[in-house]
């Protein structure tokens, strides 16, 4: 600024909706409006030089997060089975047309039949469609998703980082009550809430501060102001001159300055019991938007309060039961802060902390563990809170609705923006609810665990045919066997035992708290269906060879043997059952069973010799003590090694 001055709002910039006094000297910010007044300004910077353009392009060159572990786990998975599909399937044809002397046809069979095994056909669009559905009932209940793999991240959010207003509180303000001070005196004629009044109308309407106190003071006396100095965010209060007066409203610690100790136990107070405290008081100069530099006689308190969301309480309850650790950052007083998260039930609130007594990073890792309430905190510390945490550990979930949110949302492993606040924040977040309502948290946090914890569960039924096929394939190429399955055979199994069953089991209800890793959980699950389903199926294969059975018979034992031990898997992944999932698991059963008794020949399902009958027999007796006692090892050691990486 050359000449002038003007009142201007910068909150697209800071989050901050106070007016901004600036003066010749001052910059003015691209991204900032003016609200009032006039001035001549130089312009510097335009284009991709300009600051809000310089922010922008700072979010833009940030990197996405890498993918959610549930796709990155699926991608890998895909990835590898491609690779090894190719040479597998290649060595197979090869024993079986060159060393067993096979037929070209029977080979190419034998070589499909190992690699459709081998591929979780279906698994990437189950997942694919799981969350396309979760995006559309979040969508009825007002919360937007802009990308659909933060469902999933959201559902592992172990702590949480929030603001006070908006969040824990309405989004409004309202004045409690007036404490005149020692330097009021009642004799002089005009009251406190009438002086209060002749500043407060004077100023622009502002932020929500300032709009509380509008519709609370409302009978000024007939003085004009002079000079009027609309609210610093900087300086932290506001003024304005009458002939004669000067008075001064703010923020306690700025507006009283050396002074603030005799009353420091006071306002503290008042602080403690949640409210917001401002000071009233006479200025002995002329207030300029700058600095205060004389004196200022305190006349009065103003306590003021956000009244807290009615489904606040419930829904840090909610949190606190599923694990996940609550931060509370906020620019207001920590003390104040602090007494309105107890109020909101957040575990800890007691344990605050003023940000602006923090000065290195070190000092901020240090405090983002130990305290849950931060006060009097910078855009560049919300940043610098979240990279913390995540130094420590934790993945982190922060809400945030100003552009000064934007960088330390677009570092957090899932952002969620309020629809009332910026574009800036909404358009980098992975999240925005529509109507700025925090209780819908919750349901966020049920759809991710319902799609982790059933794609884990539908996965598990994908890779334990991949297990078993693979297996297979080695064994045949290495022991010279054929390949005891058919296509149309695989089909049958995954039709009954993975697709169908697969696709309803994605889609239930499930808001179970998620342990672990992706790829652990579903292995320790899929691991011993599938060895059960190599063990008894080879040596199915090898006795059937030692006592001559038909290939033919071997093949149809084969699938009934598989059929046992996936709708086993099936029911232990079920579990708990409840009416539907009995539906489909019976309703599985009897569909193979239709399809191998009536459609026989169209799966490859023949009659079993009485020599194939016995043998199918003993091995299906076997298959539950095998599949039962391959669980119990798989999971002890899956728990060893889960404590030696821990």
């Not at 312009?43 to 030089?49: C, M, T």
């Not at 037929?103 to 469609?129: C, K, N, Q, R, T």
Request: charged share 20%.
């Amino acid at each position: 600024m050359v000449d002038g001055e003007v009142a201007v709002n910068e909150s697209l910039l800071t989050g901050e909706t106070d007016e901004i006094f600036k003066k010749p000297g001052d910059t003015l910010m691209s991204g900032s409006f003016v609200v009032s007044g006039e001035c001549c300004a130089r312009l510097e910077k335009v284009g991709a030089d300009s600051y809000i353009s310089q922010l922008t392009l700072e979010a833009k060159a940030m990197n996405r997060k890498e993918q959610s572990e549930m796709i990155r786990v699926l991608d890998k998975l895909v990835g590898v089975v491609g690779i090894l599909i190719i040479p597998l399937g290649l060595l197979l044809f090869g024993q079986q047309f060159f060393v067993s002397k096979a037929s070209f046809s029977s080979s190419i069979v034998s070589m499909v039949a190992a690699v459709i095994g081998m591929i979780p056909e279906g698994l990437y669009l189950l997942a694919s469609v799981a969350l396309a559905i979760s995006v559309i009932r979040l969508s009825s209940q007002k919360v937007l998703v802009h990308d659909m793999k933060c469902i999933e991240t959201l559902a592992r959010v172990d702590v949480l980082c929030v603001d006070k207003t908006g969040t824990i509180t309405e989004n409004n303000m309202q004045v409690i009550s007036t404490i005149p001070m020692e330097g009021y005196n009642p004799s002089t004629g005009s009251g406190l809430k009438t002086m209060i009044s002749d500043l407060v109308v004077s100023m622009p309407d502002g932020n929500i501060t300032m709009q509380a106190l509008k519709r609370f003071f409302k009978t000024p006396s007939d003085k004009k102001a002079d000079v009027v100095i609309p609210f610093s965010s900087t300086y932290k209060y506001c003024g304005a001159a009458f002939s004669g007066d000067a008075y001064v409203l703010g923020a306690p610690e700025f507006v009283l300055r050396e002074d603030y100790e005799k009353f420091k136990v006071l306002i503290e107070n008042y602080s403690s019991d949640g409210y917001r405290v401002l000071v009233f008081g006479r200025y002995s100069g002329v207030p300029d938007g700058k600095e205060l530099t004389e004196a200022v006689t305190p006349l009065g308190l103003i306590l003021l309060a956000n009244p807290i969301r009615k489904d606040a309480p419930e829904t840090f309850r909610y949190f606190a039961e599923q694990g996940v650790a609550i931060k509370v950052i906020s620019g207001d007083n920590p003390v104040t802060v602090s007494q309105v998260a107890l109020e909101a039930g957040i575990a800890d609130a007691a344990k605050y902390i003023d940000m602006s007594t923090l000065h290195t990073e070190d000092d901020i890792r240090e405090a983002a563990t130990q305290y849950t309430v931060f006060g009097r905190v910078t855009p560049v510390q919300k940043r610098q809170l979240v990279h913390a945490l995540q130094s420590a550990g934790h993945t982190v979930g922060m809400t945030g609705d100003g552009v000064n949110d934007v960088l330390a949302l677009k570092d957090a492993d899932c952002s969620v923006a309020m629809a009332s606040g910026c574009d800036a924040a909404a358009q980098v977040s992975q999240l925005v609810l529509l109507e700025s309502d925090f209780a819908a948290m919750p349901s966020v946090v049920m759809e991710g665990r319902r799609v982790v914890n059933n794609i884990e569960r539908s996965a598990s039924l994908f890779l334990v045919k991949n297990i078993f096929s693979f297996l297979m394939a080695v064994f045949s190429v290495c022991f010279r066997s054929t390949y005891p399955l058919e296509p149309s055979q695989v089909s049958l199994i995954s039709m009954f035992t993975i697709g169908i069953p697969g696709f309803f089991l994605a889609l239930q209800p499930n808001g179970d708290i998620i342990h672990g890793r992706f790829l652990s959980n579903v292995l320790i699950k899929a691991l011993p269906a599938g060895l059960t389903d190599f063990l008894v199926v080879g040596a199915l294969v090898v006795f059937g060879s030692v006592f001559g059975v038909n290939e033919t018979d071997i093949s149809t034992a084969c699938t009934m043997l598989l059929a046992i031990v996936g709708f086993m898997i099936l029911y232990h992944i079920s579990k708990p059952l409840n009416p539907l999932r009995w539906c489909v698991w019976v309703g599985c059963i009897v569909g193979l069973l239709v399809c191998s008794i009536w459609l026989g020949d169209v799966f490859g399902i023949e009659h079993m010799s009485m020599e194939c009958v016995m043998l199918f027999v003993l091995f299906a007796i076997v298959t539950e003590p095998t599949l039962r006692y391959g669980t119990i090892l798989v999971e002890k050691i899956g728990g060893i090694i889960t404590n030696r990486t821990k």
